[in-house]
Structures are given as C-alpha cells and as structure tokens.
C-alpha cells in the first residue's frame, strides 16, 4: 500500500542512492565522555529502580519475619553504592568540561551564539513536527541536546543535594554530614524525601525521550550517532546534501 508519507520517504531514499557523497569521520567523543555515559547511565538506572522501591516497598516480600530477610537492606544498599559511583563519575565529567575536546567542553551546553539558538527551533522543528528531515545539525551535541543535558546535570546536582542531606542522619561520614543544614533549609525531611522522589520522574522522562531522540537523529542525520557514543566516532558529509 501506498501513502503520501511512504512516498516521501522511498523518493528520499531514491535520491540519496542516486547522489553518492563523499564522509568524513570524525572522532567526537573521547573516552573519558563515553566512560562517563555508560557508568552515568548503569548507575542511575539503578538509583531509579531502587529509589523506586525505597518509596514503594513491595509487600509481598513481608511474609517471613524481617529478621530472616535482607532484602531492604541490599536495595538500600544498591542505592547508596550506585549514589557514590554516579556522583563521582559526574564530577569526573565536570572536570572533562574543561580539558576535553570541543564537543565535550562547556561551551556546547550553553546556547550564547545565535546560530546555536537558531539550531534550537530547528531541531524543535525536526524533532516535534518533522518538518526538516535534513539541515546542517551540529557535529557534537546539536544546541537543543547541549542545553537539556546542562538542565539535566542542574538536576543531577540537585538530586546530590537531596540524596546526601537525607543521607546525613543515617551515616557519620563527613561526606553525608556536610549537607545536614540542607535539611532545616527545604522543612524537614518530608520535603527532601518529597522533592528527592519528585525528580525521579524527570529522570525516567529524560530517559525515555533521550533514548528515542538518540535512534531518531541517527535516522534523519545518517552520521553514525548511536555508533558514536560507543566507538566515539561520528561522520559528517563532505559535501552538503541539495
Ligand atoms: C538521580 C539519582 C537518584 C534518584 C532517581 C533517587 C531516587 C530516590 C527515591 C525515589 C527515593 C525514595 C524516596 C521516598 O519516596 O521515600 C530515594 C531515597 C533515598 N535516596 Fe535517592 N535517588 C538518587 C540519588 C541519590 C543520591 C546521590 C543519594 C546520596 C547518598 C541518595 C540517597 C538517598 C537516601 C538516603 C534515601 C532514603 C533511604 C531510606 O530512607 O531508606 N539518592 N532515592
Ligand atoms: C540511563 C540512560 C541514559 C542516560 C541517563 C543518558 C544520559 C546522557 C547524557 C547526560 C548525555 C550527554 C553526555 C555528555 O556530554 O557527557 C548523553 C549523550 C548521548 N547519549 Fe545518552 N543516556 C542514556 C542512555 C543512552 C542510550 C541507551 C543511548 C543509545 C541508544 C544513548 C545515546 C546517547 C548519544 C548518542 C549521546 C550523544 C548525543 C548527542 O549527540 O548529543 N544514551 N546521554
């Protein structure tokens, strides 16, 4: 069967057989930042699935005495080990901000330039109405991923905050201990365990629409982007498409 949409598609594929280009790779993110992800995103999937459990404990488990279980005690644990890895892991990228190439330096994440704020509507364009199927779409993080991401790491700041302030009246290490004021500060630990729970959400928002933007730009930009967060290599086009 045949629709308007499915034509598009077969003329656009038509075209780019009948208009070889030469590709150019280029090497994108270095192994610290691809490290990083792929640490980031274990050990936040496990933050999630146990943060998740913490706040809705499943009652099934309760049938023997709690003596004769553990099995709070390692999802907590899961939690608090995965809490340390993540963040610092972040800090690690923090510091890659600085010293790593230009894909991975803060600038990227900042949309000070006017192309990099035309590169938002743009990609708002292809992205949410699927009116650009191909434009001149940023070698790194395109200017709309860049700022979202800078958004992302604001949350995961917060969510450090949180975390450790709910931490410190369960642990007399000096790390947990330095956020005890935090506590006061946000009105009592109902609000911290409130607000911690809250940006659970965010994340697993983020993740889905991370992860299905990631395998769309692949399909719409051709240049290797789910590859390149792997093998760290992305192409560009020598010559542009018509
Ligand atoms: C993005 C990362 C994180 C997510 C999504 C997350 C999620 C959660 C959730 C949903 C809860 C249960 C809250 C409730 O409803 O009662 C929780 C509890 C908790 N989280 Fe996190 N968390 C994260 C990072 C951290 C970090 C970095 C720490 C720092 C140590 C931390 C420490 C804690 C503590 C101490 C609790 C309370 C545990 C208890 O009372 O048994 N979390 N977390
Ligand atoms: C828990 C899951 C995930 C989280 C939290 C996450 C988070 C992030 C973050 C924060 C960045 C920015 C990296 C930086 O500059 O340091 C990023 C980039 C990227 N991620 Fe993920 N990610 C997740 C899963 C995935 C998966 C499963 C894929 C692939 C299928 C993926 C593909 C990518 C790609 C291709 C980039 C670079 C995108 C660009 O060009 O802007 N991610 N991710």
New binding site residues.
């Given amino acids: 069967m045949s629709t308007p949409a499915l034509d598009t598609k077969r003329s656009l594929i038509a075209r780019a057989a009948a208009q070889p280009v030469d590709y150019r790779r280029i090497y994108v993110w270095e192994l610290p930042v691809r490290a990083y992800h792929w640490i980031n995103a274990v050990a936040?999937t496990a933050?999630?699935i146990t943060?998740?459990l913490?706040?809705a404990p499943i009652r099934m488990f309760y049938a023997s005495e709690a003596y004769q279980l553990y099995w709070f005690g390692w999802v907590?644990f899961i939690?608090?080990l995965a809490?340390f890895i993540?963040?610092f892991n972040f800090l690690a990228r923090l510091y890659w901000g600085f010293v790593g190439n230009k894909y991975a330096s803060w600038a990227a994440f900042f949309p000070l330039k006017r192309w990099q704020r035309r590169e938002i509507v743009d990609v708002i364009k292809a992205d949410v109405f699927e009116v650009k199927a191909h434009g001149p779409i940023s070698t790194g993080h395109n200017a709309l991923a860049g700022t979202i991401y800078f958004g992302t790491f604001l949350a995961?700041v917060f969510?450090?905050i949180t975390?450790?302030a709910?931490?410190s009246s369960?642990s007399n290490s000096w790390l947990?201990r330095m956020f005890t004021w935090i506590v006061p500060l946000m009105g009592g630990e109902f609000s911290v365990?409130f607000w911690?729970?809250l940006?659970?959400w965010f994340?697993v928002t983020f993740i889905i629409v991370h992860i299905y933007l990631a395998f769309y730009h692949d399909y719409i930009e051709g240049r290797g982007t789910v590859s390149s967060i792997i093998g760290g290599w992305k192409f560009d086009r020598e010559k542009p498409h018509k």
């Fill in positions: 936040l933050l999630l943060g998740y913490i706040g907590r939690h608090f809490a993540y963040v995961f969510q450090t975390g450790f709910l931490y369960m947990p365990r911690h729970h940006f659970l994340f």
